[in-house]
């Protein structure tokens, strides 16, 4: 008899040991199934948020591209009339006025295609002298307008004083 209570606590024992590992592994596998779902979730909406900041990023880009475009063709447009112009007063020559009494006439070479009148009292500027006030003149500008370009460029982020308007 003490064979048969032996054996039947060894069988109660791979019972309870068998039962217990196959409750214990599906346990395991629902745990392990809930903890994968919740990941699958939390990945999806991080790959969502990526997905609309990529395209937030993208849009902003296209703005900023199409931005910088204008003021690119802006600014050449401009460039090139600076260049024109600066091109059409070294062409001419700069020229100032001068009383008839004046000394200004001394060592100037005089207007050619202007009338009596006029060639008495209006004198060229030396070609070097015109050279270099063109050429300040156009570094003034083309500082002028970076400084136009950056105001509406950047304008809405930063406040600028504008010394060009009287109060």
């Not at 109660?12 to 629902?30: C, E, H, L, M, Q």
């Not at 997905?51 to 900023?64: G, N």
């Not at 009148?117 to 500027?125: F, K, P, T």
Request: net charge neutral; with cysteine.
């Amino acid at each position: 008899m003490q064979y048969i209570i032996i054996i039947n606590l060894v069988i109660s024992a791979i019972v309870f040991v068998g039962t217990s590992v196959v409750f214990y592994d599906k346990g395991r596998k629902a745990e392990r199934a809930e903890w994968q779902t919740g990941q699958a979730v939390f990945i999806a909406s991080v790959e969502k948020v990526k997905a609309e900041s990529k395209a937030r990023i993208e849009k902003q880009q296209k703005k900023h591209e199409e931005i910088l475009l204008t003021v690119m063709v802006e600014h050449n447009a401009k460039t090139e009339k600076l260049n024109s112009d600066i091109d059409k007063f070294r062409r001419v020559g700069l020229r100032y006025k001068a009383t008839a009494h004046s000394n200004c006439r001394a060592g100037a070479r005089e207007a050619e295609g202007t009338s009596t009148l006029a060639q008495e009292n209006q004198y060229e500027l030396p070609e070097g002298i015109t050279r270099r006030l063109s050429e300040i003149g156009k570094h003034a500008e083309e500082v002028q307008e970076l400084r136009n370009n950056l105001i509406d460029i950047c304008g809405e982020h930063l406040q600028v004083y504008d010394n060009d308007k009287k109060q």
